[in-house]
C-alpha cells in the first residue's frame, strides 16, 4: 500500500504555489518530479564528488568512477541487462535513438525494410525517415485502430526477409497504450530482424526484464523516473552493440589515436564520447533506488485506481470524449470536451495551479489519425492523490462553462 501523504513530502516541489494555488503536477508524462533522496545524491555529487571521470589517478577522479559505474551496475540490475557494458549513457531517449539510427547507416542497403508504428512520439520517427533518405531504406508503419491500440494483424503481414529492425514504443506517450512488445519483438525475430523498444514511457511505470523479453535494444530518459533531465540509457545486446559503428568520436571511446589510424575502446566506452553528465548518471541510479524502493508492483497498483477514478470521474462531464478508453494502458488520459481547443482548457487549469499538456504531444500521426489538432493530457504518478484528480474535474467543470 502506497501511504501518498509520505510519500508526497519527498518531493519539495509539490508544496509550491502556482497562480496562487496549490501545484498540482498531471504532467507527469512529461517529466516526472525529484525527490529528495535524488536531489541529495545531486548536491552530495557537487559538494564532494566532482571530478572528470575514467581519466584521473587522484582521489576525486577514482571516487566519481566508481559512483558513475556504480550507477551502471544499478540500472544494468534494474532491467536485468547481462552485462553492465551493455547499459550505454546518453543524454536521454531522443540521443539513444539517433545513436542507433546513426549506427544503422553503415548496416543498410538500398530497398531492405524498417517498420515503425503508428503510435511513435516524434523522436522515434525522425531519426529513421532521416536514416530511409540517407540509405533508401523504406519505412513501412504499422497502423492503429479506433481504440488507441497497434493493429497487430497487419504487423504481421509488413514482415518479411527484406526487414531489418522494428522499432515500437512500450507505452505511447499521447494515449498510454501499453504495446504488446512480446509478441512484436518473437515475431520479428522469426524472420531475422531486430527490434528496439522506446521504453521513455514505460519506465516509471513498468519494470522491464529485458533479457527476459529479449529484446534488442531498449532506452529511456532518466527524468521520467524521478531522475534528472539530460541523462538516459541504451541497452543493446552485447553482440549487436559490438557490431555498431560508434556515434560521435572524441575524448575516451578510443583504444589508440595516430594521425594515420584511430581504433576505439571497447564497450561501452565506445558509445560514450567526451565528458558525459556524470552527476547525472550516478543520479539516475539514486532515481531507480528511490522507485525500486517503493516497488514497481505498488506504484502500478495505486496508478491503475488512480486511472480508473480519474476516468470515471471525467466520463460524467457533458461532452468529454477519451481516446484510448478502455485500453491497457498506463496513467494517461488524452481527452477533449466538445469543440473547445485543448489549448485553451489547459491555459484555464494553469490559472487554477494545475499542470496538464496540451496539443500533439509530439505525436502529431496520432492526432491526424483522430483528426483533431491536439488532446488535454493528464499524466498521473504515484505522488498525486484522488483529491488532486476531483479538483482538476471540478476545474475542468468551469472551464467549460467560460469557454462555451
Ligand atoms: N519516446 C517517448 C515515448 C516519449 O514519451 C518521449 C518524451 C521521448 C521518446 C523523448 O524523450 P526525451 O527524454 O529524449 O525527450 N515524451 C514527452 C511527452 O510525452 N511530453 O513531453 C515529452
Known sequence: MIDVNKIRKDFPILKRKVNGQDLIYFDNAATSQTPLQVIEVITDYYSRLNANIHRGVHQLSQEATDAYEEARIKIQKHFNAAEAYEIIFTAGTTESINLLASGYNSLLKPGDELIISALEHHSNIVPWQMLCEKTGAILKVIPMTLNGSLDIESYHSLLNSKTKLIFVNHVSNALGTINPIKEIINEAHTYGAKVLI??????????TDVQELNVDYYVTSAHKLCGPTGVGMLYGKKELLRALPPYQGGGEMIASVTFEKTTYAGLPHKFEAGTPNICGGIAFGAALDYMNNLGFDVISKYEAELLAYATNSLKKIEGIKIYGEGLDKTAVISFNIGDIHPY????????????VRTGHHCAQPIMDFYEIPGTVRASFSFYNTFEEI?????ALKKAVLMLQ
Open 198 to 207: 522506446d521504453g521513455a514511457q514505460a519506465c516509471p511505470h513498468i519494470k
Open 390 to 394: 476531483d479538483i482538476m474535474v471540478t
Open 344 to 355: 485553451d482548457l489547459g491555459s484555464i487549469l494553469n490559472q487554477m495551479g494545475i499542470a
